[in-house]
């Protein structure tokens, strides 16, 4: 998959969710260190997302890679400790208030996560949670093998 | 003994009664009081004072709040007024005091006239010599407390390091043999994933053995451990570190390096917390026998004086305690939106740099 088409996809599901930011990350095979990280976003205030190598358990796609569940975070400020902002290191960067993440699956594996979030409190509802699920499903489901090859 | 006359005597008895500083009280047999002089009605409320003038029994008891045993702090188990055979040379004592709560006292209670049962109540302020010997008291359990932490994440920090993530290499290694010795591609697949899988396992042990304690500090100094540090940061919170050093590979004493990286650390994540920055800068500089830290964000900052914490209010406090331990200064200038700027400058000694380090 070329990468314009990635960069095309996210602005896509960003688009129609209405988010203000919208990043991809996936495991990065070339060099054979198994590194997570994010290659497209849109929406963003800085480059600090494109440096973060994520962690497993760390942060809100941290939580979906481990877990392999979408993780949403519907009030930052209600659910997230002041003292504990730090441990979400995209909430920090980009200041976002409502958040979710979604993993992407290749085979029975986690290789990937697509974060969303907007600047305001309380957007990511419900049926926006559904619609997130469903618009990374039809976008990205079947071409993980190939994004992970490349 | 100095002679004194006669005349003399009674007149100066009676300034030092009413100039002194200790508050005194003189009560009869039933614990009536007698005389206090000025400074004992400083003291105390203009309506106990008038219930003492009144001549109640015991009219100290409304004041008073209890005196410290060996049990208790404050106890009213066998009162020193009630008791009037009873003379303490020495003892702690509570009393309602106006405008300061109930303060301790040292006080001493004596018989001064036996035939008549009159007895003599001192007290001397004790507020300021409790407080700085709890202060003396908090220093040193603080740090006694820093330094069993550091010694329990460097005791860990070396376990994982060393024994875990030796053992899971051999594992690494293990796995890459079998994938090897199969042509069939379904296992061989299974195994890459389980392969990455432990690598990042391996990562994650020795990133958790590096944020307990870095061994690049005690194997390679403070230069090393901060790059290795920074470069940590720019993976995790994406924020970059401008790094400056002249320290190049010297070393300095065991604990000195420790205070610094720790004090860094802690003004670094300070940063990244609050401070709504991208990029901060830390220059390590050493001149004339002395070692300066300084960190520098341009970020929101924040106000020195009466700021509410936004964290729990220790990070600042635990900074200003280490730099004390290493007789190092530590000042904090920030203002809102004028960023941030913390330096420490610490002495260290003539020819320090050679000093090995017997860290390890």
């Known amino acids: 998959m070329k990468d314009r088409d990635i960069q095309e996809r996210i602005e896509k599901i960003k688009d129609k969710c209405h988010f203000d930011f919208i990043k991809i990350a996936f495991l990065q095979n070339a060099s054979n260190t198994y590194e997570i990280k994010s290659v497209y976003g849109s929406g963003n205030n800085s480059k600090r997302y494109l440096r973060i190598i994520l962690k497993t358990g760390k942060g809100v796609a941290g939580q979906a890679l481990k877990t392999g569940r979408p993780v949403f975070i519907v009030n930052v400020d209600e659910e997230i400790k002041r003292k504990n902002f730090h441990h979400y290191p995209i909430i920090m960067a980009e200041g976002l208030k409502s958040i979710g993440a979604i993993p992407l699956y290749e085979e029975s594996r986690v290789i990937g996560v697509v974060v969303a979030g907007f600047r305001s409190y309380n957007k990511m509802t419900d049926e926006l949670i559904d619609q997130f699920n469903h618009r990374v499903t039809k976008e990205f489901s079947s071409l993980f093998k190939e994004m992970v090859k490349k | ?360």
């Not at chain 2, 309506?47 to 003038?53: I, L, P, R």
């Not at chain 2, 079998?178 to 020795?206: A, C, F, H, P």
């Not at chain 2, 970020?299 to 406090?317: D, H, I, K, R, V």
């Open chain 2, 1 to 360: 003994m100095i002679q004194i006359s006669q005349e003399k005597l009674p007149f100066i008895l009676k300034n030092f009664f009413e100039n002194a500083n200790e508050k005194i009280f003189i009560l009869n047999k039933i614990g009536k009081v007698i005389a206090m002089n000025r400074a004992a009605k400083h003291i105390l409320t203009d309506e106990m004072f008038a219930q003492m003038v009144a001549g109640k029994s015991n009219a100290i008891c409304m004041a008073c709040r209890g005196y410290t045993t060996i049990d208790e702090l404050r106890t009213c188990t066998s009162c020193y007024v009630a008791n009037s055979n009873k003379d303490l040379a020495s003892f702690q004592v509570y009393l309602e005091t106006v405008g300061k709560g109930v303060i301790p006292y040292s006080a001493s209670i004596q018989t001064v006239d036996e035939e008549n049962e009159i007895r003599v109540l001192m007290l001397r302020d004790l507020s300021e010599h409790i407080k700085t010997q709890e202060t003396l008291h908090q220093k040193l359990l603080m740090n006694r407390v820093m330094k069993a932490q550091e010694d329990e994440r460097k005791r860990i920090s070396r376990e994982l390091h060393d024994s875990v993530a030796q053992e899971m290499l051999s594992l690494l290694v293990d796995i890459r043999v079998v994938k090897y010795m199969t042509k069939n591609e379904e296992v061989v697949n299974k195994i890459r994933e389980t392969e990455g899988t432990l690598m990042r396992l391996l990562e994650d042990i020795q990133h958790l053995s590096v944020e307990l304690r870095p061994a690049t500090l005690d194997d390679l100094g403070l230069e090393s451990a901060f790059r290795a540090h920074f470069k940590s940061i720019d993976i995790n919170y994406g924020i970059v570190v401008h790094f400056q050093s002249n320290i190049d590979t010297n070393r300095y004493e065991g604990e000195i390096e420790t205070a610094v990286y720790r004090i860094c650390q802690e003004a670094v994540l300070n940063a990244i917390k609050y401070a709504n920055v991208d990029e901060v800068t830390v220059k390590l500089l050493e001149e004339n026998n002395q070692l300066c830290l300084h960190i520098i964000d341009d970020g929101c900052g924040f106000e020195l004086e009466n700021a509410s914490p936004q964290g729990t209010g220790l990070g600042l406090y635990g900074m200003k305690e280490r730099a004390e331990l290493i007789n190092g200064v530590l000042s904090i200038h920030s203002a809102i939106d004028k960023g941030t700027y913390i330096r420490l400058v610490t002495p260290i000694e003539e020819g320090g740099a050679s000093i090995e380090n017997h860290h390890c």
